[in-house]
């Protein structure tokens, strides 16, 4: 059965920086597309990066794009979202999920929180 | 505001059917592939359909969904308390170059 499980959250300060990490298993890792969607607390899903199979493509929503940084390292089944200048918007569970074909989302992991707070 | 547009509620007695509309532009719905997600409280979504209209295995036939030009539907027939989630739509915008989702729909069952 695939899986992704996700670590890393926690509570820091505006301005901060964090690291999240996404492990898959049950899967050919390499094989597929991998996303970062986050939900603030009460809110709605926002979809906040993809990267390729290679990693050699990346795309970022708006919100985050030049803040946040997606990467992988398919010998360890590992994705990672660097995430630098944070905000208190940033507050949020997010996600890792397996791409599907067509820009969906097939398995997903059960989040790691990041509260950005003073 | 999202992108793709849901009503934020529906409610329906059990055994009933309910239908959730998701309404987008030719440059998300209209030219690309719809999936639905069903969110129960506390745990992460869940993929319900994909590709418009095409199920996961394991997902009942009470839940189908279609599209029709710049909007898709969700419809749950036979409805269980059980089904009391919230239901997200999603696509890939082609302008912004990026997934989008719905704002959500909250279902009750009555």
């Known amino acids: 059965e695939a899986q992704l499980v996700e670590s ?24 597929y597309w991998i996303h970062w969607v986050r939900q603030a607390p009460g809110k709605g899903l926002v979809w906040v990066a993809r990267i390729s199979t290679d990693g050699s493509s990346t795309t970022y929503g708006d919100s985050v794009r030049g803040r946040f940084t997606i990467s992988r390292d398919n010998a360890k089944n590992t994705l990672y979202l660097q995430m630098n200048s944070l905000r208190a918007e940033d507050t949020a569970v997010y996600y890792c999920a397996k791409g599907g074909t067509y820009y969906y989302m097939d398995v997903w992991g059960k989040g790691t929180t990041v509260t950005v707070s003073s | 505001q999202s992108v793709l547009t849901q009503p934020p509620s529906v409610s329906a007695a059990p055994g009933q059917k309910v239908t959730i509309s998701c309404s987008g532009s030719s440059s998300n719905i ?9 969110q129960l409280p506390g745990t992460p979504p869940k993929l ?39 239901y997200y739509c999603g696509a890939w915008d082609s302008s912004l170059y990026a997934v989008v989702f719905g704002g959500g729909t909250k279902l009750t069952v009555l």
Do not use: H, M
């Open chain 2, 48 to 86: 319900l359909s994909y590709d418009n209209d095409k199920r996961p295995s394991g997902i009942p036939d009470r839940f189908s969904a279609s599209k029709s030009g710049t909007s898709a539907t969700l419809d749950i027939t036979g409805l269980q308390t059980g089904d009391e989630a919230d």
């Open chain 2, 30 to 38: 209209g030219n690309n592939y719809v999936s639905w997600y069903q």
């Open chain 1, 8 to 31: 890393g959250g926690g509570l820091l300060q505006p301005g901060g920086s964090l690291r999240l990490s996404c492990v898959g298993s049950g899967f050919t890792f390499s094989n």
